[in-house]
């Protein structure tokens, strides 16, 4: 069963970036599309962004078109989501997620644990 891991959350000044990382592990990423949400403190799990395999597709909630590009390297098993432009609305848990039936932005399957993101003003 893949397993996914994030990486690179962190506390970062309103404005700035950062490139948040999600490594599988357990098997590869063939077929999966791939993609991230994230909670705010009160708030329920939203989409943000997703990509598919095979033609490397994207798609974003509106809250994140212009400023997040999300990427992979399949050969690498790993997905990428850059954040420019941060505000404090942006501070929620990241998480990575997976899927292989059409659910990447509604219920995906495969759930990484989270990573933090603070965005201060």
């Known amino acids: 069963q893949v397993q996914l891991v994030e990486s690179g959350g962190g506390l970062v000044q309103a404005g700035g ?15 999966y599309a791939m993609g991230w949400f994230r909670q705010a403190p009160g708030k329920e799990r939203e989409f943000v962004a997703a990509i598919s395999w095979s033609r490397g597709a994207t798609y974003y909630a509106d809250s994140a078109k212009g400023r997040f590009t999300i990427s992979r390297v399949n050969a690498k098993n790993t997905v990428y989501l850059q954040m420019n432009s941060l505000t404090p609305a942006d501070t929620a848990v990241y998480y990575c997620v997976g899927d292989r039936n059409g659910r990447i932005n509604t219920t995906p399957a495969y759930w990484g644990q989270g990573t933090q993101v603070t965005v201060s003003s």
Do not use: F, P, Q
Request: hydrophobic share 35%; with cysteine.
């Open 17 to 31: 970036s950062l490139r948040l990382s999600c490594a599988a592990s357990g098997g590869t990423l063939d077929n």
